[in-house]
C-alpha cells in the first residue's frame, strides 16, 4: 500500500507541474514522518535525521563530481568556437550526399559527443550553427531541429556519458566499461540517423550539395584539427586507463578552455563567469534529483520493494529475452514521460536486480538502459533534445514531434539489435578490460 501510494504521489504532484526533484523527494519524506508508517519506536528526530543523512550520501561521490564538470565543458565548446568548425570539417566530407547538411550535423555531434557527455548540451552546440544553415540551403525548420535533436540524443551513448557515470555510481558497475559499451552503439545509431536523413532529403529533395573537394577538407580539416583532438584526449585517457572519469571529465574543461581562449580566440575571459553559472544551475539540477531520489530508493528499499518486484516477476513465468524485451518497453514508456535522470535513479535499482532473470551482463544491461532513455530525449512530450531544438528553429513542439519520428523508429530498431545481440555492446568492453 505504501508503495502504491508513494508512486502515486509523486507521478500526482509531477502532473500538477511541480518539478520533479521535489515530485520525488516530497511524497517520500512526507510518507517517512507519516506515523504508522515505521514503528513507534522510530522517533520523529531519528527519522529527520535517515533523510538527511540520505540527502547528503546521494550525492556524495567524486565520481558524481564529473557531472558539474562535464556541464562546463559542454558550455565551453558551445561557445568556444568547437562546434563550427567541426560542422564545416563534416560538411566537406559528407555535404556532396544528398541530404549533405543533415548527415554533418550527426558526424558532428557524434565528434562532440566525445566531449561533453550531455544530450542537451550537444544539441545546443550543434543546433545554434546548423539549424539556422540548414534552413538556409531549404530544409524545413522542423526537418533541420528533429536531426539535431536525434543527433543530440546520441551525446549520451557514445562516451563520455553523464547517464553512464550515474548508472555505473548507483550499481557499483564500472563506469569505464559502460563507456566502452557504449561506442558501438553510438556508432551504430549514427549510421542509421545519416541514412535516414540522406534518404528523406533524396525523396523530398531537401538542402544543397556541394561538390566534394580536397582542398577543402584539407582546409576545414586544419581548422578543426584542435577540435577534433579534444574527443582523442578525453577517450583515449579514460579507455586507456591513464584517467578516471571525473579526471577525464576536469581533462575535458581545460581542453575545451585552451582551445577556446587561446587557438579559436572565441571564448572571451569576461564570459566565463556566466557560463560557469549558467552550467552549474543545471549540473545542481541533475544533483538535487539524485539527493531526493535516494530518499525515495532507501523507502521503497524498506517497505520491500524488491521482494514484491521479484515476486511479480516469477509470476509472470517469462523466458529471459522475453523477461528483457518487457523490461526495455517498459524503459521507453518511462523515457517518453520522465526525466532521464530521474528515470534512472528511480528506475535502475529495482530494475538492476533482474539482471540474473533475464541472463544479461551488467554492463550490457547498462547500456541498453541509456539508448532506452536515450530515445526518450528525442520523442514528445518531455524529451530535452527536442525542446532544445525547438527554441532554436522557432517550431511547436508538434512539428517537429511528427518530423522525428522516423528517427525515433529507426532508434528503436537500433535498440531491438543490441539488446539481441550483446556483442555490439560487449565486445569491446571485453577486448579492453577483461
Keep these: 500500500m505504501i508503495i502504491v501510494l508513494l508512486f502515486g504521489l509523486m507521478f500526482t504532484l509531477k502532473a500538477l507541474g511541480l518539478p520533479i526533484a521535489l515530485s520525488i523527494g516530497l511524497p517520500a519524506i512526507g510518507l517517512i514522518v507519516t506515523p504508522g508508517v515505521f514503528p513507534a519506536t522510530a522517533s520523529l528526530a531519528a527519522l529527520g535525521q535517515t533523510i538527511v543523512q540520505q540527502l547528503f550520501s546521494g550525492v556524495d561521490s567524486f565520481d558524481l563530481l564529473a557531472v558539474p564538470l562535464f556541464m562546463i565543458a559542454g558550455a565551453l565548446m558551445e561557445t568556444g568556437g568547437i562546434s563550427r568548425r567541426l560542422i564545416d570539417f563534416c560538411n566537406s ?15 558532428a555531434s557524434m565528434i562532440i559527443a566525445g566531449i561533453s557527455g550531455s544530450a542537451a ?3 545546443a552546440a550543434i543546433g545554434a550553427v546548423v539549424i539556422p544553415a540548414m534552413i538556409r540551403q531549404g530544409y524545413p525548420a522542423a526537418f533541420a531541429a528533429a536531426v539535431v535533436a536525434a543527433g543530440g540524443a546520441i551525446g549520451v551513448i557514445i562516451p563520455p556519458s553523464i547517464p553512464m ?3 555505473g555510481f548507483m550499481t557499483n558497475i564500472s563506469t569505464s566499461q559502460l563507456f566502452a559499451g557504449g561506442m558501438l552503439v553510438g556508432l551504430l545509431l549514427g549510421l542509421s540517423f545519416m541514412a535516414v536523413a540522406v534518404w528523406i532529403s533524396w525523396r523530398k529533395g531537401y538542402g544543397q550539395r556541394v561538390p566534394f573537394r ?4 584539407a582546409r576545414t580539416g586544419r581548422a578543426a584539427a584542435w577540435s577534433l583532438g579534444a574527443p582523442v584526449v578525453v577517450l583515449g585517457g579514460i579507455l586507456s586507463g591513464i584517467v578516471t572519469v571525473t579526471e577525464a571529465a576536469a581533462l575535458a574543461v581545460f581542453y575545451a578552455l585552451l582551445v577556446g ?5 572565441e571564448l572571451a575571459w ?3 563567469p556566466q557560463l560557469i553559472i549558467k552550467s552549474q544551475v543545471a549540473a545542481g539540477g541533475i544533483l538535487f534529483i539524485i539527493a531526493m531520489a535516494k530518499i525515495f530508493g532507501w523507502l521503497l ?3 520491500q520493494g524488491a521482494r514484491l518486484l521479484d515476486v511479480f ?7 529471459p529475452t522475453g523477461l528483457l524485451l518487457l523490461v526495455m518497453a517498459l524503459l521507453l514508456v518511462v523515457g517518453c514521460v520522465m526525466e532521464t535522470t530521474a528515470a534512472l535513479l528511480l528506475m535502475v535499482p529495482v530494475l538492476a536486480l533482474l539482471t540474473p532473470q533475464m541472463m544479461v551482463d551488467p554492463v550490457h544491461f547498462g547500456v541498453l538502459v541509456v539508448v532506452n532513455l536515450a530515445i526518450g530525449m528525442m520523442t514528445p512530450p518531455v524529451g530535452i533534445c527536442l525542446f532544445v531544438s525547438c527554441g532554436i528553429a522557432g517550431i511547436s513542439l508538434g512539428k517537429i514531434s511528427r518530423a522525428v519520428m522516423p528517427l525515433v523508429a529507426v532508434a528503436m530498431l537500433d535498440l531491438l539489435i543490441a539488446a539481441l545481440w550483446p556483442p555490439l555492446t560487449m565486445w569491446l568492453p571485453t577486448l579492453l578490460y577483461r
Excluded at 214 to 217: N, Y
Excluded at 261 to 265: G, K, S
Excluded at 313 to 319: A, E, G, T, W
Design 93 to 107: 566530407l559528407v555535404g556532396w550526399a544528398h541530404g549533405g547538411l543533415a548527415a554533418a550535423a550527426i558526424v
Design 121 to 123: 548540451a550537444d544539441t
Design 165 to 167: 557515470v550515474i548508472f
Design 214 to 217: 580536397w582542398t577543402e577538407v
Design 261 to 265: 581562449t587561446l587557438i579559436n580566440r
Design 270 to 272: 569576461k564570459d566565463l
Design 301 to 303: 528499499a524498506m517497505q
Design 313 to 319: 516477476v516469477n509470476s509472470l513465468s517469462l523466458p
